[in-house]
């Protein structure tokens, strides 16, 4: 099908693909065309540099120094990706305790978010968070712990059951990764393969057997067709719709993986391209992750992260629940509607409240409110309800249902004590009305929907 | 509900003991489903080595220390017996007292058929119901949409939403701290905050009736927030008795409960996940898990304190539990990977206590094909006896298709 290019859907793909379009964006993705557009999004971006010592000092710290680079940041996708595989090979520093090597994690999983899914993998088993968190570095021949394998498998891999529910691996398939990954720990800060604790007796798993390595139970994960369908489900879920493994779509996005050599981008194109990723089922599905929706909120208000303030945007990460370099457990974050449960949209509200009223050097944020009205000169003409739309337009959400405008409207001209405010757009109106228009937007049901 | 003299004369010389606590009336805008009992739930969540919070150090001739725990096993000399065959680590001396008082329960072996041993799939079996640990709804969500009631009476003291109560057709609130129950307003117009919230609750009115389910959920999230700001602003302070120990974990959320329960808004049902069991590797470098039992042992005394000044202990019922236990063998990492069969507490005055189902054999030549222990009692038949015995809902309702058997440590 080929695709109609217009602002709503250059606005769809934006918002899956990115952290949301500008007006600005939208004309000259709609200017470049389809082609172009995704092609700029699909490009990856430059490997993630090393932060400063300072930023490495705390979690909150750093955490501001990612949400700072991903506000500022021209390549969204890899940032998306490397979020859902932060999420997906989670691991955090409640346990690891070294923000050094939780940096190195997530920029593993960033630099090779469009890359070779063995790469990726293998990667993760070398990494020194990693062999803290699910204690490989002290899997030894004879004393194995099966910490990684299980976990290599149930949520890197394969995953528990097959499309048919059938089991992916038994106990005693656990027990043969665990001694294939024996050796497999750290020396200092890096990797090292220590052949005198790797065992070297012979170990069945899958139809292999022989004195077997980790790196011959990656080829075999990678290549098994639980990983490629387990794989579509889960990246077809985070950039379209939730399905189920057995969907039809999970299979079609592994076949991708299959005829690509175990490729990730090529599935994430393949979404892209996907008569069903246009479809209406795929409008607006999706609920925004804590990340997603702070640093798509300061990208559309041309709002910036004040990294000197890491206590107010870190805190605020972890109030709405998306601690990132820390997700709660083994299973990372429970994306969807658990995210806004009660605490996680309050916390929206009081984040959006924050951001909307920025306007001192002591708010977290730099916002000017003005900067979303257009020209200064142009203010007098607008009315309760162009006000409005301008500002859902530039907020990502002109398909704001009837009841939403009516409400906003009714705020827009509400004065104290139930008087009637004369909407009159200058400087005055626009630091108690805009603000306020622009926080109930944030914090609004409708909002929260990618 | 009685304060008993013995009750009584444990706080004497507390203050509390001054005059006994009345909770303020239940206001009728929110008041919940009706029901009287009081039910909290601590999820151990991570799967807690059960073998060493219940210590078998007699079983099968003494096979827990010298076969499968070489360097991990409670010293039998340090044991808080229970019987001639097993006790309590050494640092549940708080809740030992309470067993010996006939207010604790200690179902043994508890698991299902065939176990699973992944935690993601074995939470999802334990809050379900369901041994396939792939359904949408807790069995406690169940037991609330039997229920109905037009204002939440079950709170997930978490993040967000728990499985356990999900899919009960009602708003559950999920919150661990009351604290940040305030509606945001800009501090430079204050004049202007009632406009804001009128407005919010105006944009979350009309998407009510919305055929997004989404939408229409997070309108509901966001008309009961308000309300419970409300209702939290409103809440009267309540002045622990309790002596908690300072975690600043589980005794924080359990003294959330006292508070809110004193509060008598009809939220009594609470369900609090308490992490750090996954004891994989160094389970008792500097005394870990130990001393963690040792602070769910005091935290749980301590709200049973604060039960008892606010006249709620004949009232509320605890119940401990975890996805699993873990391997009966120590792991070359001295720590223990993911087992089985685990024990289930179930603490409060209204309990018949004592050891409520024999320990599984330990005997090596009884363990199952995985080298685990055998079950001995059914998860299912443990919440079923809450739901049954304490809640006065339906076991068949929660676990359809599991043939119910009664475990009777409720009185």
């Known amino acids: 099908m080929a695709i109609t290019w217009n602002a709503a859907n250059a606005a769809h793909l934006y918002r899956r693909a990115g952290f949301g379009a500008t007006p600005k964006q939208l004309d000259k993705a ?124 149930e949520l890197f891999t394969t995953g528990v059951l097959d499309k048919n529910g059938q089991p992916n691996y038994t106990e005693d398939d656990v027990i043969a990764v665990a001694r294939a990954f024996t050796g497999w720990t750290l020396d200092g800060e890096e990797f090292f393969f220590n052949d005198w604790l790797h065992d070297h007796g012979s170990k069945a798993f899958k139809g292999l057997t022989g004195d077997l390595d980790g790196g011959d139970i990656i080829d075999s994960l990678v290549a098994d067709p639980a990983t490629a369908q387990r794989l579509g489900q889960k990246l077809w879920s985070y950039f379209a719709f939730p399905i ?61 992260v004040r990294k000197d303030h890491p206590y107010d945007i870190g805190g605020a990460i972890q109030a709405m629940g998306q601690s990132i370099y820390n997700p709660p457990s083994v299973f990372g974050w429970n994306e969807g509607l658990p995210w806004v449960a009660t605490s996680g949209l309050l916390e929206r509200a009081a984040t959006a409240e924050s951001v909307a009223d920025a306007r001192d050097k002591w708010a977290p944020v730099t916002f000017k409110p003005g900067k979303l009205l257009g020209k200064e000169k142009d203010w007098p003409t607008l009315d309760g309800p162009a006000l409005v739309a301008l500002l859902l337009a530039a907020l990502d959400l002109p398909d704001a249902s009837a009841s939403t405008l009516v409400a906003l409207q009714g705020y827009a001209a509400a004065g104290e004590d139930g008087t009637i405010l004369p909407v009159v757009v200058d400087d005055d109106y626009v630091d108690l009305k805009v603000r306020g228009l622009v926080a109930l937007i944030l914090s609004s049901p409708e909002y929260q929907m990618s | 509900m009685t304060f008993s003299r013995r009750d009584f004369l444990k706080f004497v010389t507390l203050p509390a003991a001054a005059g006994l606590l009345l909770r303020p009336q239940l206001r009728a805008f929110f008041a919940g489903d009706g029901g009287t009992r009081n039910l909290v739930l601590i999820d151990l969540r991570g799967g807690c080595d059960g073998l060493n919070m219940v210590v078998p150090f007699g079983v099968n001739g003494g096979t827990y220390s010298s076969e499968f725990r070489q360097s991990l096993a409670i010293p039998q000399a340090d044991v808080l017996p229970l019987s001639a065959q097993v006790g309590l680590n050494p640092r549940m001396i708080a809740l030992k007292s309470h067993f010996d008082l006939g207010r604790l329960a200690v179902v043994q072996g508890v698991s299902y058929p065939d176990p699973d041993f992944s935690h993601e799939v074995a939470q999802a079996i334990w809050q379900t119901g369901e041994l396939s640990g792939f359904a949408p709804q807790g069995w406690l969500a169940k037991y609330l949409h039997a229920q109905g009631g037009a204002s939440p009476s079950a709170v997930a003291v978490d993040g967000s939403i728990t499985l356990l109560l999900d899919g009960s057709g009602g708003f559950v609130p999920a919150f661990t701290d009351i604290g940040q129950f305030e509606f945001p307003y800009d501090p430079w117009h204050a004049a202007d905050k009632e406009n804001r919230r009128a407005a919010y609750a105006a944009v979350a009115a009309g998407l009510a009736a919305s055929s997004k389910a989404e939408l229409a959920a997070m309108s509901g999230t966001s008309l009961g927030l308000l309300d419970l700001i409300d209702q939290f602003t409103a809440l009267p302070a309540f002045t622990h008795v309790g002596a908690y120990p300072e975690d600043g974990e589980l005794s924080d959320l359990l003294k959330l409960v006292a508070e809110l329960l004193y509060g ?116 299912r038949d443990v919440f079923g006896t809450v739901v049954e015995s304490w809640l006065g809902g339906s076991a068949a309702v929660c676990f359809p298709g599991h043939a119910f058997g009664n475990l009777g440590f409720v009185a």
């Open chain 2, 264 to 379: 008598n808004l009809g939220l009594r049902i609470f369900h609090l996940p308490y992490g750090g069991w996954d004891t994989h590797a160094d389970q008792e470098k500097g005394d870990y898990h130990s001393a963690r039992l040792g602070t769910l042992s005091d935290a749980m005394a301590a709200f049973h304190q604060d039960l008892v000044a606010m006249g709620l202990a004949d009232d509320t019922l605890v119940v401990v539990f975890s996805e699993f236990g873990r391997t009966v063998y120590q792991n070359g990492s001295k720590g223990t990977d993911h087992g089985t069969v685990t024990p289930v507490l179930a603490f409060g005055n209204a309990v018949s206590g004592g050891l409520i189902t024999p320990h599984p054999s330990m005997d090596p030549a009884d363990l199952t094909e995985d080298n685990e222990l055998p079950m001995v009692a059914d998860f």
């Open chain 1, 30 to 153: 709609l200017a470049q065309g389809f082609e172009k557009t995704l092609a700029a999004l699909l490009k990856p971006d430059k490997p993630q540099p090393k932060p400063k010592k300072k930023s490495l000092s705390d979690l909150w710290r750093l955490q501001t120094w990612w949400l700072d680079r991903m506000v500022k940041g021209s390549h969204p996708l890899s940032d998306k990706l490397a979020l859902f595989w932060h999420n997906h090979f989670a691991t955090a520093n409640s346990k690891v305790q070294n923000l050094k090597w939780l940096h190195r994690h997530v920029k593993l999983l960033r630099d090779h978010a469009l890359g070779n899914f063995r790469d990726l993998v293998d990667g993760v088993s070398r990494d020194p968070a990693m062999l803290i968190w699910l204690d490989n570095w002290q899997n030894w021949a004879d004393s194995i712990n099966e910490n990684y394998a299980r976990e290599l498998m």
């Open chain 1, 244 to 304: 189920a493994l057995d969907d039809p779509l999970a299979d079609e996005l592994a076949a991708v993986y299959v005829a690509s050599g175990h490729e990730i981008a090529p599935m994430v194109e393949a979404i892209f391209r996907h008569d069903a990723f246009w479809s209406d089922t795929a409008r607006r599905a999706l609920v925004k992750a804590p990340v997603e929706w702070f640093v798509g909120s300061l990208h559309l208000l041309r709002a910036k």
